[in-house]
């Protein structure tokens, strides 16, 4: 309660001092109540601290604090109301040009003197107060740091690289093997992790899913995080949204199958169900029946992790790994990389024997290590340390979870500030388990009123939030799930312990309730969560606190008209419910509110009353057609965030430069409509993170593109440009001049041109020094249809990425392109001649580790990167590239030396019709991918100095490679995925027996003049009945479990060699039009899971029912444009439908399926 009383003090005094300097606190005559108001609350402030020591002892100071925190409520109401008007006359005098008079009839005096008669009474009611606190035996005691004094010392760089390794490596390793065996007879057999809370159950599944070797064995994985919440639709809607990025627009459940079915047909997947709670078996029956009607290729499996036995033996477990604790060695070194890193504790042998008490009462638990080692992190002196080790809160927890439930108190009391433990405690409103977006978080906080902008304004409120959110993490409070090179960390989640922790901080002041229960008429309630489930409707809140501020729905059928009626002071709106398709007018009335996002649900037009929500800070949604008129109204708003796809070639918001201070504007169209010229950027200085500029053609001069001020928004870090390429062609000078005046600040990371139609790249990207990009993380280059050049870029010391698209006029790469033209190398090599010292290497594009090439129709000549041949330097040019694509250059016919791409892991080449020549190719000793496609001059060496790197190999149309691949393919004894096109069967015949890993193959595009389909003589002499050779069987693909095959018309049967393929679990056949009947040995498949058959359009028996009853695992039967089998199969009255009528899943097209 004191926490929560001395929060809200803190809020008021960040909205008194800034309205007591107000203008308008003078003309009303309020000033000096104002500055009296603030001097009431400062001396509450120092009570409230002696009344935290004394309130576990005495009833009278318990109601004092309750009595305050009704004050401090009311304070904060009067002083919004306050603001308010103070934004609204604002907005007036903006309108009208000149200054507003204060007495006019749209502000009249009544309103005044009702303002002065609320503050005077709150100032009464806090004398009151003062006078009780004296009569309870409070006294003022010294104020700690509070949120208004921002620390120096920032917490720039929170993001522990991956140390949940330490001591897990056995177990990852015991896991790996139970997943990727298949010694389990039944289908989609469950593996279960099982250990207490904290012990690190969903670290270890996540280091499993990063684990090389289920990476290659399953084409997909999905995470699901189940928690208490275990309802089929939801999570079959959650293994959707981990498969496609976007929840479903339904919930019935065979609509989710057959979405799932398309997403995972013949595809082996991994399916995690982290954090399971449900110990019915029935619901567990239900979403099997689910998963096996979805299907997926064989050797599919569920990771399941949960505290509970009973829930592990209720999925079934065919196998269990019960997790230990971490030993003393393994939990210091835990320990050692949070508390002793860069910018922590100085690892002393005093701290080392402190530390290793401490470790002691955290049981071996990793959470409990990595909360405490974060913590410890900010202490430096080792009577911190002491303090820490000797505290009472050890010994208070009765269910302590091995330590965890202390650690967590003990960090979240020893967080730097009031405000960064209230932020924790808002972090509540989610639901357990969920993904929260590191912006959301800090604009939430923001609306709560619990960050202000720094001391000095050094710091923008944003930026304090940010330091908050880095010190949660440092302290594993809040855990990291999302990052990238560019915004750094993006989403993270709470353990359920410590979600359970924030609930308890909050003091009744956050609420989570589901299926709507009527929440108790409870003053201390501020924060409200209601999660609905399937079937209910939700029209109004009974009991409503009256004064909540924040309000988070969850579900479907929600009506949200009564509910905002009753919710006049919320700060906060979050609605996250689908079917919502509109926002009442009594939004307009809700004048507090500072955060609404109403992003997931199906919204797409803004009431106009929404124009007078001035205090609004952060506005998001997706669905937007047309906005108010008067949207300019919103001079609060900071973030305004809605979704790209949606973005038209018309300018949506003229006049958007009048909310100076917007900070996130994600898109802006430039058109020739009022309000809607590049120019309107000009005044948003504070743009940040990313902005993508679309309509460019619409700006004709250096002029008009520099008033953007893109130079001077030192905060974006995202850019891109986009011209619309359809339009006719401009003036060439001014399109160049145009680009020159779009130079961006140097702190830019990322950088996309699409569509610029001048014949020249600005200055600003091929300056020598690279001023302006010398931080670019990523680069993007797409339909520039008149550069002649590309730009140069070797020599950006921060490059990762790099797609140049559709470049059509580019004929040539050289010198260039490296930026060897920037560099002096002969002064360097004479430099260093006279010096016994060797030349260091210079290197280009040092970082880069994923390039791209694609559409440059006219590109005929790529050349090496060379030094003078008098100069003693050397060069290294992609040192760290490890994805190679390069698509559609039908005139380049050599590429440039591999030879020292030793880190190149892929490699895709494809539709470059005159390539010929690749040098050194065999030298990518790294490789593990090599796709080659319709490159059919290309000649090169297959004879790899590591051929056991390679994992998938594809060679479509490129029939100059057979020879190479005959004499080479035994040699790729690791390949996995085998994928060919050619019309010569003698490519792959003679060294495919040897493939023993391989688990997919697919052979196509065979000459018709063949009368027979091409097999490995090694397999075709095992089907000749010889005993010795069947035995040895066994030993030619043993691991395949998909194949695919097309025929042509002189082919009538299926090689019988397929028989002998034990271990195959998806067959697909297609084009094998001389095909009449399904060969009888096709029963013999016992594993095979799933049939296709397409394009066989004389085929019209099935093998016999006996030989079909055999194929006990078959679950899917698909027959594609097969007419005369597919009206034989035709449900109830086709002759063979009473042979496949048992089979679960069967699609016949273009029939429907049945």
């Known amino acids: 309660m004191p926490e929560a009383v001395l929060s809200f003090v803190i809020v008021i005094l960040n909205k008194i001092l800034p309205l007591a300097a107000h203008e308008v606190s003078r003309v009303w005559g309020v000033k000096k109540d104002l500055e009296k108001l603030a001097e009431e609350v400062q001396m509450m402030e120092a009570l409230i601290l002696d009344a935290e020591g004394k309130q576990s002892t005495s009833k009278a100071v318990q109601l004092w604090l309750k009595r305050l925190q009704s004050i401090a409520r009311d304070a904060e109401i009067v002083l919004d109301d306050f603001g308010y008007e103070v934004l609204r006359q604002k907005v007036e005098n903006r309108k009208r040009d000149k200054v507003r008079n204060f007495f006019s009839s749209s502000n009249p005096i009544s309103f005044r003197l009702e303002m002065a008669n609320k503050i005077k009474n709150v100032s009464a009611s806090l004398e009151e107060a003062y006078r009780r606190a004296n009569q309870i035996g409070l006294h003022p005691v010294q104020l700690p740091m509070t949120s208004a004094d921002h620390k120096e010392d920032r917490w720039t760089d929170p993001f522990v690289e991956e140390s949940e390794m330490v001591g897990r490596e056995v177990e990852v390793s015991q896991v790996v093997s139970m997943l990727i065996s298949s010694d389990y007879k039944k289908d989609l057999p469950v593996i279960s992790i099982v250990g207490m809370g904290g012990q690190g159950k969903t670290t270890l599944a996540q280091l499993v899913l990063k684990n090389d070797s289920v990476v290659k064995h399953f084409d997909e994985t999905i995470w699901v995080c189940v928690s208490d919440d275990f309802k089929v639709e939801r999570l079959l809607n959650e293994m959707l949204q981990s498969l496609e990025g976007k929840s479903a627009d339904t919930i019935n459940r065979e609509t989710l199958v057959k979405e799932l079915q398309d997403?995972?047909?013949?595809?082996?997947?991994?399916?995690?169900?982290?954090?399971?709670?449900?110990?019915?078996?029935?619901?567990?029956?239900?979403?099997?029946?689910?998963?096996?009607?979805?299907?997926?290729?064989?050797?599919?499996?569920?990771?399941?992790?949960?505290?509970?036995?009973?829930?592990?033996?209720?999925?079934?477990t065919s196998g269990l790994h019960h997790l230990d604790i971490l030993s003393d060695d393994h939990s210091w070194m835990l320990f050692e990389k949070l508390a002793f890193t860069d910018g922590g504790a100085r690892k002393t042998q005093n701290l080392v024997d402190i530390g290793k008490r401490i470790l002691k009462k955290c049981g071996g638990v990793p959470l409990a290590i990595k909360v405490i080692g974060g913590l410890l992190y900010s202490k430096k002196d080792a009577s911190e340390w002491l303090k820490l080790e000797k505290s009472e809160i050890w010994n208070e927890s009765a269910n302590n979870e091995g330590g965890v439930i202390s650690v967590l108190m003990l960090s979240c009391e020893n967080l730097p500030s009031l405000s960064v433990k209230q932020c924790f405690a808002s972090c509540s409103i989610f639901p357990k388990d969920t993904d929260m977006e590191k912006q959301s978080l800090i604009q939430i906080w923001m609306a709560q009123g619990l960050i202000n902008d720094a001391k000095g304004g050094h710091l923008q409120m944003e930026d304090v939030g940010s330091d908050y959110f880095n010190i949660l993490l440092r302290s594993s409070l809040l855990q990291a799930t999302s990052e990238n090179s560019i915004n750094g960390i993006k989403r993270c989640r709470m353990h359920d312990l410590v979600h359970d922790l924030s609930l308890q901080v909050s003091n009744n002041c956050f609420l989570n309730t589901e299926d709507g229960m009527v929440v108790s008429h409870d003053d201390e309630v501020m924060h409200l969560t209601i999660i609905l489930s399937r079937g209910m409707v939700l029209k109004k809140i009974e009991g409503i606190p009256p004064n909540l501020q924040t309000?988070?729905?969850?579900?479907?059928?929600?009506?949200?008209?009564?509910?905002?009626?009753?919710?006049?002071?919320?700060?906060?709106?979050?609605?996250?419910?689908?079917?919502?398709?509109?926002l009442p007018n009594a939004v307009g009335n809700m004048k507090h509110l500072r955060y609404l996002d109403i992003c997931k649900t199906r919204i797409i037009t803004l009431p106009d009353s929404i124009t007078k929500l001035y205090n609004l800070m952060t506005l998001k949604v997706v669905y937007l057609k047309e906005i108010p008129k008067k949207f300019s109204n919103l001079i609060n708003l900071r973030h305004f965030e809605f979704s790209e796809f949606l973005w038209e070639t018309r300018c949506l918001f003229p006049g958007i430069g009048q909310l100076a201070n917007l900070r996130t504007l994600p898109h802006f169209v430039v058109s020739q409509d009022k309000g809607c010229q590049l120019e309107e950027l000009e005044h948003l200085r504070n743009l940040r993170d990313k902005l993508e500029i679309f309509g460019l053609e619409n700006v004709s001069s250096f002029e008009s593109a520099a008033k953007a001020k893109l130079s001077e928004k030192s905060s974006?870090?995202?850019?891109?440009?986009?011209?619309?390429?359809?339009?006719?062609?401009?003036?060439?000078?001014?399109?160049?001049?145009?680009m020159e005046g779009l130079q961006p600040h140097p702190n830019l990371k990322s950088l996309s041109i699409n569509g610029f139609k001048g014949s020249r790249f600005p200055s600003w990207m091929v300056a020598k020094d690279h001023l302006i990009l010398r931080n670019l993380v990523r680069l993007r280059l797409e339909k520039l249809g008149k550069c002649e050049q590309v730009p140069p870029l070797g020599n950006l010391p921060c490059l990762e990425s790099l797609v140049m698209f559709s470049l059509h006029n580019v004929k040539r790469i050289g010198a260039e392109f490296y930026g060897l033209e920037h560099l002096d190398i002969n002064a360097r090599s004479s430099s260093c001649s006279s010096s016994s010292r060797a030349v260091k290497p210079i290197t280009l594009f040092p970082k880069l580790w994923r390039f791209e090439l694609e559409g440059m129709g006219s590109l005929e000549e790529w050349s090496d990167a060379m030094v003078p041949s008098d100069s003693s330097s050397s060069i290294k040019v992609f040192p760290n590239l490890r994805d190679l694509r390069i698509n559609k250059l039908p005139k380049l016919a050599v590429l440039p030396d591999m030879e020292n791409l030793t880190s190149l892991k892929s490699l895709h080449l494809g539709d470059c019709g005159s390539l010929s020549c690749i040098r050194n190719l065999n030298s990518l000793t790294s490789l593990e991918s090599l796709i080659v496609e319709d490159c059919p001059t290309l000649d090169v060496s297959l004879d790899m100095k590591n051929p056991q790197s390679l994992r998938t190999l594809t060679i479509l149309g490129c029939d100059n490679l057979n020879p190479s691949l005959s004499n080479n393919l035994e040699k790729f004894t690791s390949l996995e995925r085998l994928w060919i096109r050619s019309h010569d069967p003698g490519c792959w015949a003679k060294g495919l027996h040897h493939l023993a890993n391989l688990r997919e193959l697919e052979l196509h595009g065979f000459s018709d003049e063949l009368d027979h389909f091409p097999w490995p003589d090694s397999i075709t002499n095992v089907a000749s009945g010889a005993k010795n050779d069947a035995d040895s069987a066994t030993q030619h693909l043993v691991s395949l479990e998909r194949l695919e095959l097309s025929g042509w018309p002189k082919i009538s049967s299926l090689p019988d060699q397929i028989q002998h393929l034990s271990t195959l679990r998806t067959l697909k056949i297609r084009e094998f039009e001389g095909l009449e009947v399904l060969p009888e040995w096709i029963g013999s498949l016992r594993n095979l899971r799933g049939l296709w058959i397409a394009n066989c359009s004389n085929l019209r028996q099935l093998p016999s029912a006996e030989a079909i009853r055999h194929l006990t695992n078959l679950n899917r039967l698909v027959i594609h444009y097969c007419p005369l089998l597919a009206e034989r199969c035709t449900k109830r009255s086709g002759a063979e439908w009473p042979k496949i009528a048992h089979i679960p899943d069967i699609g016949i097209y273009p029939f429907n399926k049945v």
Do not use: F, P
Not at 273 to 298: H, T
Not at 557 to 579: K, W
Not at 719 to 729: A, I, Y
């Open 716 to 738: 974006i870090q995202d850019l891109r440009l986009s011209w619309d390429d359809r339009k006719e062609d401009c003036d060439d000078n001014n399109i160049n001049s145009v």
């Open 551 to 582: 309000l988070h729905l969850v579900g479907r059928g929600i009506v949200l008209e009564d509910i905002l009626e009753t919710s006049r002071y919320l700060c906060v709106l979050i609605v996250n419910c689908r079917d919502v398709a509109h």
């Open 263 to 316: 997403n995972l047909k013949g595809k082996r997947y991994l399916l995690v169900l982290d954090d399971i709670w449900n110990e019915n078996r029935q619901k567990w029956d239900g979403m099997r029946r689910r998963l096996l009607a979805i299907g997926g290729a064989s050797g599919s499996k569920i990771l399941v992790t949960t505290r509970s036995d009973e829930v592990a033996s209720a999925m079934q």
